[in-house]
Every structure is written in structure tokens, then in C-alpha cells.
């Protein structure tokens, strides 16, 4: 079954950008029909959607980010990334990466990375 | 922008019917997505394509969709099922969407 594993940095000062890579395990990540999404949950909050990828590299963000966001994908490490540009107090969540699958929603995820934003 | 309600809370008694809503304009026109997470874990799928269970998700969990509601449902609620759950549907503009979630308590 897909496996995901986040990682990256857990402190990121404010104004500085947050930089973290998903690794896929056990299919490719050029498989037909297969996007690769961000989704963010602050502490006690819910879910928010930042935008996904594709094996081609088409992208597609959420608005409220879409200014700060910026997502690129690596065939040979078989890795998907995720950058957010000025971040605040207010990026600080646990990051989740998902298996996003036309019309079968996100049947596997990362088991999450929190990052703090602080200084 | 569109967007998706829930209940911020359900209670039921163990082996009861619960039921979680997800509100949002023409919601029926699109497919729709459920998620259960408990406390320190991933978000797990349940339902997908409003009323399909993938493999491993235990019958008694069922969903359904239609005008600008869609509602998932626990038949003979376990306590195992305390949690709360996200719905989550496509939006051309707005993208993926997810309800605000739900805290289920199995009283």
C-alpha cells in the first residue's frame, strides 16, 4: 500500500519560508490519475487544503495561499515538495501530505510534521 | 468561495445511529469525501464518492449525498468510533474543501 513520509524543519522563523519534502513509497509518483496534495491542521483546528501537484508538474492552490505557495515535484527521488514563502505565527500546524486520486479523495497520508513558526 | 458546514458536535449512545451533516450550496452536484481522525493521528478515509466504503472500513459506516446536504452515517455507533470527522468536496474555484469537522462522542 502507498505509504508518505513528511520532513523537513520543525522551527522556521517568521518572515522565512517553510520548506518540506514527502517521500512515496510503493507506487510511483508518475502513476496516472494520482495528484499529490499539502493539507496543514493548526493544534485543536481543522483541516486546510493547501494544493497539489502532479506527475507533470501542474499545480493547483488553495486561494487563500496560492500568493505564498509554491510546489515542485522530483520523478527520480519519487518526492514531492512543498515551499510557503513569509510565514507567520499562523503556519504553524502539523503538515500532512496525501495520496490525492481523481474522484477517490485522499486515501493515504503522511503521518504529519508539526512546524512552529517562532523566533 | 465555497464552503462546507458541519455540526461542531454529535453525541450518540453506543450502539445508536449517528448522524454527521455537511452543508454547501449544490453540494449533490459533486462527489463527497469523509474522514475520521482521532486524537494524534492521520486523517482516514471512510467514504469516497459519497457513499463508497475502500477496503477495511467497517459496513456500519455509510454516506450519502444529495441537493445541498450530504450526511455520513454510523449504524451501531462503538466507542472505537469516538473521533471527529472532516467531509471534503471539489470546488472548480476554491479547490479541495474541507468541512470545518465534527466531534462524535459515544456517550
Known amino acids: 500500500q502507498v505509504q508518505l513520509e513528511e520532513s523537513g524543519p520543525g522551527l522556521v522563523r517568521p518572515s522565512q519560508t517553510l520548506s518540506l519534502s514527502c517521500t512515496v513509497s510503493?507506487?510511483?509518483?508518475?502513476?496516472?490519475?494520482?495528484?499529490w496534495s499539502w493539507v496543514r491542521q493548526p493544534a485543536g483546528k481543522g483541516l486546510e487544503w493547501i494544493g497539489r501537484i502532479y506527475m507533470t508538474g501542474n499545480t493547483h492552490y488553495s486561494p487563500s495561499l496560492k500568493n505564498r505557495v509554491a510546489m515542485s515535484i522530483d520523478t527520480s527521488k519519487n518526492q514531492f515538495s512543498l515551499e510557503l514563502t513569509s510565514v507567520t505565527a499562523t503556519d504553524t500546524a502539523v503538515y500532512y501530505c496525501?495520496?490525492?486520486?481523481?474522484?477517490?479523495?485522499?486515501?493515504?497520508w503522511g503521518p504529519g510534521t508539526l512546524v512552529t513558526v517562532a523566533s | 468561495s465555497f464552503e462546507l458546514t458541519q455540526p461542531t458536535s454529535v453525541s450518540v449512545s453506543p450502539g445508536q445511529i449517528a448522524s454527521i451533516s455537511c452543508s454547501g450550496n449544490k453540494l449533490g452536484d459533486t462527489y463527497v469525501c469523509w474522514y475520521l481522525q482521532k486524537a494524534g493521528q492521520s486523517p482516514v478515509l471512510v467514504i469516497f464518492q459519497d457513499d463508497k466504503r475502500p477496503s477495511g472500513i467497517p459496513e456500519r459506516f455509510s454516506g450519502s449525498n444529495s441537493g445541498n446536504t450530504a450526511t455520513l452515517t454510523i449504524s451501531g455507533t462503538q466507542a472505537m468510533d469516538e473521533a471527529d470527522f472532516f467531509c471534503?468536496?471539489?470546488?472548480?474555484?476554491?479547490?479541495?474543501?474541507f468541512g470545518g469537522g465534527t466531534k462524535l462522542t459515544v456517550l
Open positions: 471534503q468536496a471539489w470546488d472548480d474555484d476554491s479547490g479541495w474543501v
Open positions: 496525501a495520496t490525492d486520486r481523481i474522484s477517490y479523495g485522499f486515501a493515504a
Open positions: 510503493n507506487v510511483s509518483i508518475n502513476t496516472p490519475n494520482f495528484y
